[in-house]
T-cell receptor
Framework: EAQVTQNPRYLITVTGKKLTVTCSQN?????MSWYRQDPGLGLRQIYYSMNVEVTDKGDVPEGYKVSRKEKRNFPLILESPSPNQTSLYFC????????????????FGPGTRLTVT | KNQVEQSPQSLIILEGKNCTLQCNYTVSPFSNLRWYKQDTGRGPVSLTI?????NTKSNGRYTATLDADTKQSSLHITASQLSDSASYICVVEGNYGQNFVFGPGTRLSVLP
């Protein structure tokens, strides 16, 4: 089954304790992205990657790191989590439009609800 | 500033009725406009994607329209069902892959 998986689905942690949220896709997509969703603000892009070893900042990258060592995996790292990073996080993937200009559907994972106390 | 606005913020309709959701955007450059359905606590699911040259696109009972001149889009839902209760999110992609701007969503409740 084609899917994007995230782990863990729920996480409660304390300020300053490093954590990693994993994201994996089995559709051979070049493009992967992380978003956070907060009430009243909609989804905001944190980081994205257009291929292996290629990552770039989105709109709200502060306090986050990512890596793309393999095509299928795109982990999100919080080196020193703070309470303002309490949020619902989504990973997504898609094929890359490239020069064709065609727009491809983004597939979202089930979400990770993070609480930082 | 790149922005996507949606209206109404929330909407309640009776099962079987039609409804239309609105989206206005000020994103530039413009690559495409997407509508997503998001059930509570789950990831968004794509409904339609339209490039600037497409005026309308349908997906079952969902029909999206796009007016690239006025930078407006609408999502029309026909013969609503209880399962249509969800948030509907309008998203504009600026530069391919580099810039997705999400609207705040419209919360739709379909009552029996």
């Amino acid at each position: 089954e084609a899917q994007v998986t995230q782990n863990p689905r729920y996480l409660i942690t304390v300020t300053g304790k490093k954590l990693t949220v994993t994201c994996s896709q089995n559709m051979n997509h070049e493009y992967m992205s992380w978003y956070r969703q907060d009430p009243g603000l909609g989804l905001r892009q944190i980081y994205y990657s257009m291929n292996v070893e290629v990552t770039d900042k989105g709109d709200v990258p502060e306090g986050y790191k990512v890596s793309r060592k393999e095509k299928r995996n795109f982990p999100l790292i919080l080196e020193s989590p703070s309470p303002n990073q309490t949020s619902l996080y989504f990973c997504a993937s898609s094929f890359l439009a490239g020069t064709s200009g065609r727009a491809y559907e983004q597939y979202f994972g089930p979400g990770t609800r993070l609480t930082v106390t | 500033k790149n922005q996507v606005e949606q209206s109404p913020q929330s909407l309640i309709i009776l099962e079987g009725k039609n409804c239309t959701l609105q989206c206005n955007y000020t994103v530039s450059p413009f690559s495409n406009l997407r509508w997503y359905k998001q059930d509570t606590g789950r990831g968004p699911v794509s409904l339609t994607i339209m490039t600037f040259s497409e005026n309308t696109k349908s997906n079952g009972r969902y029909t999206a329209t796009l007016d690239a001149d006025t930078k407006q889009s609408s999502l029309h839902i026909t013969a609503s069902q209880l399962s249509d209760s969800a948030s509907y999110i309008c998203v504009v992609e600026g530069n391919y892959g580099q810039n997705f701007v999400f609207g705040p969503g419209t919360r739709l409740s379909v009552l029996p």
